[in-house]
């Protein structure tokens, strides 16, 4: 009989742990860069918010400017930014601020605008 508790109780602590585990992978956020929209990038944060939490998703800058901040309570929300080009060119780096109330937990996204020039040069021989 006290073998049986105890494997009983085994079972149920990694079926709790697996879902503790399953609930923490569901619940990250996640940041995706989606289009662009006349020369401005578009991103989509998607948020997955089972506990009725309070979530504060924050835009800012490297400086630490505040350039978006809002509010979110829904329990599956997703929002689309999209960003300035000359302040994102400016910045550089945007920093994506997502605070769980609740839980007490910070999630941060950096976005890094890497601009590319690339020259092909061709040099072509003449035929004889």
Same mark, same amino acid.
């Given at each position: 009989? #006290?073998?049986? $508790? !105890?494997?009983?109780? =085994?079972?149920?602590?990694?079926?709790?742990?697996?879902?503790?585990?399953?609930?923490?992978?569901?619940? /990250?956020?996640?940041?995706?860069?989606?289009?662009?929209?006349?020369?401005?990038?578009? $991103?989509?944060?998607?948020?997955? *918010?089972?506990?009725?939490?309070?979530?504060?998703?924050?835009? !800012?800058?490297?400086?630490?400017?505040?350039?978006?901040?809002?509010?979110? /309570?829904?329990?599956?929300? =997703?929002? @689309?930014?999209?960003?300035?080009?000359?302040?994102?060119?400016?910045?550089?780096?945007?920093? $994506?601020?997502?605070?769980?109330?609740?839980? #007490? /937990?910070?999630?941060? $996204?950096?976005? #890094? @605008? @890497? @601009? #590319? =020039?690339? *020259?092909?040069?061709?040099? =072509?021989?003449?035929? !004889?």
């Amino acid at each position: 009989m #006290k073998n049986l $508790f !105890k494997k009983t109780l =085994v079972v149920i602590l990694a079926i709790t742990a697996l879902h503790t585990t399953i609930t923490a992978q569901t619940a /990250t956020p996640q940041l995706k860069q989606v289009s662009n929209v006349n020369s401005q990038p578009v $991103f989509e944060l998607q948020l997955n *918010n089972d506990e009725s939490d309070v979530i504060y998703v924050v835009v !800012k800058d490297l400086a630490g400017a505040i350039l978006h901040r809002e509010k979110v /309570t829904e329990k599956k929300a =997703v929002r @689309n930014y999209t960003l300035d080009s000359d302040a994102f060119s400016v910045a550089s780096i945007l920093i $994506f601020d997502i605070q769980s109330i609740k839980n #007490k /937990t910070t999630t941060l $996204f950096e976005v #890094k @605008n @890497n @601009n #590319k =020039v690339v *020259n092909d040069i061709e040099i =072509v021989t003449p035929e !004889k």
